[in-house]
C-alpha cells in the first residue's frame, strides 16, 4: 500500500484533480510537472481530507505544523506496519527492512525518539556541520571542474547534486575516499529495494560490516569524524548500545542523501526559470543563505512526510482515529497563501521564512543544516563560476514518479 493506490475517480474540466484523485494526479505527467496546483485545489476544496481507502492528506500549513508536533500523531514503526497492514499493503520490504535497522531515530517516538536523539545532537553539532564547509567547497569545486572538462553540456543531476551529498557524508565520517565507489554500489541497492529485496539485503549486511569495522577502529584510534564522536558519545553514556550506534551511523548517513540531491537540483531549476532572481544572486552572493531557504520552500524537496494516529485526534474539524495514517504535505503547506505572501513567487529575499521543509517538532530534520549547507555551496559556486548557465537546447525535463520527493531525472544544462 502506498500513497498512489487510491480511488482513480473522474478530473473535472479544467483538469485538476478531484479531491479523491490527488495521490493519482501527482504520479500524472502534469502532476509530476507542477503539483502545486493541485495542492493549491485540496487547501481551498479539503484541506484535512479522508480518501475512499482511509487516509488523511494534510495541506493547509497551520494544521501540518502543529501535526508535526502533537504525540498522537506518531512515527513508531510498529504503529506504521499495522496502519499499513490493515490497508492490506505489500510490507515486506518494508518490514525486512526496519527489522534489520532496528529501533532508531526516525522509526521511534518520545521518549525513545528523545533519547537517541539527544545522543546524536551531541556529536552532530552545527560547529561540526560549519567545520565541512571548505571541504564541501573543494567537492564540489571538483565536481564542476570534471563536468566542465567532459564537454559544453553535463546533466547537473549527475554531475553534482547526486555526487555531492555521499562525497560530503564520507567526509563527515571519515569513510576513506577509496571505499566510495563500494559505498555508493550500496546505497544504489539500497534504493531498489522495493524491486529486489534480496539484494538490498545483502548490501545493507554488507555495508553493516563494513560500518562495524568502522567503528572498532575509531574505538582503537579516535579521529575528528562523526563515528569518533558517537563512539565517544557511547563511551560517556552506556544507554546507547552497540546495535544502536550502528543504526545511528546507517540512518545519518543514508538519510540527507536524497535531500541535497532534490535540493540542488530543483533549487538550480527554479533560479534557471527567474532568471531576474538568478541576478539577483549573482549580484549579491551574501543572498545564498537566504536564497537557499526560499529555494528549499518554493519547489520542496520532501514533498509529504506519513504519520500514523496514536489516538484520536481533531484536526480542522475533522477527527483522525486511532490507527489511521495520515499524508502531511510539506509542499503544500509552504504555498500556504494564509502563511507566506505570495506563495507561487519566488522571492530569494523573503522575510519571514518558516517554511516546513525539513519538518518541526521532535522530528526536525537532524541532516537538514548540513544539506542547507551543501546546498549553500553548490548553488552558489555554480552561480560564480558558470555566469552563462542555462538549460541545454531541447532539454525535456522529467521528475520522478514519487509522489513523497520530489526529484529531477535529470537537468540537462549547457554553459
Given at each position: 500500500m502506498n500513497l498512489t493506490e487510491t480511488t482513480d475517480e473522474a478530473r473535472d474540466s479544467a483538469g485538476l484533480a478531484r479531491p479523491d484523485d490527488l495521490a493519482t494526479a501527482l504520479l500524472t505527467a502534469e502532476g509530476r510537472r507542477d503539483p502545486y496546483p493541485f495542492y493549491a485545489r485540496m487547501r481551498r476544496e479539503d484541506p484535512v481530507h479522508r480518501s475512499a481507502q482511509g487516509i488523511w492528506y494534510l495541506t493547509r500549513?497551520?494544521?501540518?505544523?502543529?501535526?508535526?508536533?502533537?504525540?498522537?500523531?506518531?512515527?513508531?514503526?510498529?504503529?506504521?506496519?499495522?496502519?499499513?497492514?490493515?490497508?492490506?499493503?505489500?510490507?515486506?520490504?518494508?518490514?525486512?527492512l526496519t527489522d534489520r535497522l532496528g529501533r532508531v531515530m526516525s522509526n521511534t517516538d518520545p521518549p525513545e525518539h528523545a533519547r537517541l536523539r539527544k545522543l546524536a545532537n551531541r556529536a552532530f553539532t552545527a560547529r561540526r556541520v560549519e567545520a565541512l564547509r571548505d571541504g564541501i567547497q573543494r567537492i564540489v569545486d571538483r565536481l564542476i571542474d570534471e563536468a566542465v572538462a567532459a564537454g559544453p553540456t553535463m546533466d547537473l543531476i549527475e554531475?553534482?547534486?547526486s555526487p555531492l551529498p555521499l562525497s560530503v557524508v564520507c567526509e563527515l565520517f571519515g569513510i576513506p575516499p577509496e571505499d566510495l565507489p563500494q559505498v555508493k554500489t550500496w546505497f544504489h541497492r539500497f534504493g531498489r529495494l522495493s524491486e529486489d529485496i534480496d539484494k538490498?539485503?545483502?548490501?545493507?549486511?554488507?555495508?553493516?560490516?563494513?560500518?562495524?569495522?568502522?567503528?572498532?577502529?575509531?574505538?582503537?584510534?579516535?579521529?575528528?569524524?562523526?563515528?569518533?564522536?558517537?563512539?565517544?558519545?557511547?563511551?560517556?553514556?552506556?544507554?546507547?548500545?552497540?546495535?544502536?550506534?550502528l543504526s545511528t551511523c546507517f540512518v545519518l548517513i543514508t538519510a540527507g542523501d536524497e535531500t541535497t540531491t532534490h535540493l540542488v537540483g530543483n533549487g538550480m531549476l527554479a533560479l534557471l526559470r527567474h532568471p531576474d532572481e538568478l541576478t539577483r544572486?549573482?549580484?549579491?552572493?551574501?543572498?545564498?543563505?537566504?536564497?537557499v531557504d526560499e529555494l528549499?520552500?518554493?519547489?520542496?524537496?520532501?514533498?509529504?512526510?506519513?504519520?500514523?494516529?496514536?489516538?484520536?485526534?481533531?484536526?480542522?474539524?475533522?477527527?483522525?482515529?486511532?490507527?489511521?495514517?495520515?499524508?502531511?504535505?510539506?509542499?503544500?503547506?509552504?504555498?500556504?497563501?494564509?502563511?507566506?505572501?505570495?506563495?507561487?513567487?519566488?522571492?530569494?529575499n523573503r522575510p519571514g521564512n518558516r517554511h516546513l521543509s525539513f519538518g518541526n517538532g521532535p522530528h526536525f530534520c537532524l541532516g537538514g543544516p548540513l544539506a542547507k549547507l551543501q546546498a549553500e555551496v553548490a548553488v552558489g559556486t555554480l552561480v560564480r563560476r558558470l555566469p552563462?548557465?542555462?538549460?541545454?537546447?531541447?532539454?525535456?525535463?522529467?521528475?520522478?514518479?514519487n509522489p513523497l520527493q520530489r526529484r529531477l531525472a535529470a537537468l540537462p544544462l549547457t554553459y
Amino acid at each position: 500500500m502506498n500513497l498512489t493506490e487510491t480511488t482513480d475517480e473522474a478530473r473535472d474540466s479544467a483538469g485538476l484533480a478531484r479531491p479523491d484523485d490527488l495521490a493519482t494526479a501527482l504520479l500524472t505527467a502534469e502532476g509530476r510537472r507542477d503539483p502545486y496546483p493541485f495542492y493549491a485545489r485540496m487547501r481551498r476544496e479539503d484541506p484535512v481530507h479522508r480518501s475512499a481507502q482511509g487516509i488523511w492528506y494534510l495541506t493547509r500549513y497551520a494544521d501540518v505544523e502543529a501535526a508535526l508536533s502533537d504525540p498522537r500523531l506518531s512515527n513508531d514503526r510498529d504503529r506504521m506496519t499495522c496502519a499499513y497492514s490493515a490497508l492490506g499493503g505489500d510490507l515486506k520490504a518494508f518490514s525486512r527492512l526496519t527489522d534489520r535497522l532496528g529501533r532508531v531515530m526516525s522509526n521511534t517516538d518520545p521518549p525513545e525518539h528523545a533519547r537517541l536523539r539527544k545522543l546524536a545532537n551531541r556529536a552532530f553539532t552545527a560547529r561540526r556541520v560549519e567545520a565541512l564547509r571548505d571541504g564541501i567547497q573543494r567537492i564540489v569545486d571538483r565536481l564542476i571542474d570534471e563536468a566542465v572538462a567532459a564537454g559544453p553540456t553535463m546533466d547537473l543531476i549527475e554531475a553534482v547534486a547526486s555526487p555531492l551529498p555521499l562525497s560530503v557524508v564520507c567526509e563527515l565520517f571519515g569513510i576513506p575516499p577509496e571505499d566510495l565507489p563500494q559505498v555508493k554500489t550500496w546505497f544504489h541497492r539500497f534504493g531498489r529495494l522495493s524491486e529486489d529485496i534480496d539484494k538490498s539485503e545483502e548490501a545493507i549486511d554488507q555495508y553493516e560490516e563494513y560500518l562495524a569495522r568502522l567503528v572498532r577502529r575509531r574505538r582503537a584510534d579516535p579521529g575528528d569524524d562523526l563515528i569518533s564522536a558517537l563512539v565517544a558519545t557511547q563511551a560517556r553514556d552506556d544507554r546507547l548500545t552497540d546495535s544502536e550506534l550502528l543504526s545511528t551511523c546507517f540512518v545519518l548517513i543514508t538519510a540527507g542523501d536524497e535531500t541535497t540531491t532534490h535540493l540542488v537540483g530543483n533549487g538550480m531549476l527554479a533560479l534557471l526559470r527567474h532568471p531576474d532572481e538568478l541576478t539577483r544572486l549573482r549580484e549579491d552572493p551574501a543572498l545564498i543563505r537566504a536564497a537557499v531557504d526560499e529555494l528549499a520552500r518554493y519547489d520542496t524537496p520532501t514533498q509529504a512526510i506519513v504519520r500514523v494516529v496514536a489516538e484520536d485526534v481533531e484536526i480542522g474539524g475533522r477527527t483522525l482515529r486511532e490507527g489511521e495514517l495520515a499524508y502531511l504535505f510539506l509542499a503544500a503547506t509552504n504555498r500556504d497563501p494564509e502563511r507566506f505572501e505570495d506563495p507561487d513567487r519566488l522571492d530569494l529575499n523573503r522575510p519571514g521564512n518558516r517554511h516546513l521543509s525539513f519538518g518541526n517538532g521532535p522530528h526536525f530534520c537532524l541532516g537538514g543544516p548540513l544539506a542547507k549547507l551543501q546546498a549553500e555551496v553548490a548553488v552558489g559556486t555554480l552561480v560564480r563560476r558558470l555566469p552563462h548557465l542555462r538549460l541545454a537546447d531541447g532539454a525535456v525535463l522529467d521528475w520522478r514518479p514519487n509522489p513523497l520527493q520530489r526529484r529531477l531525472a535529470a537537468l540537462p544544462l549547457t554553459y
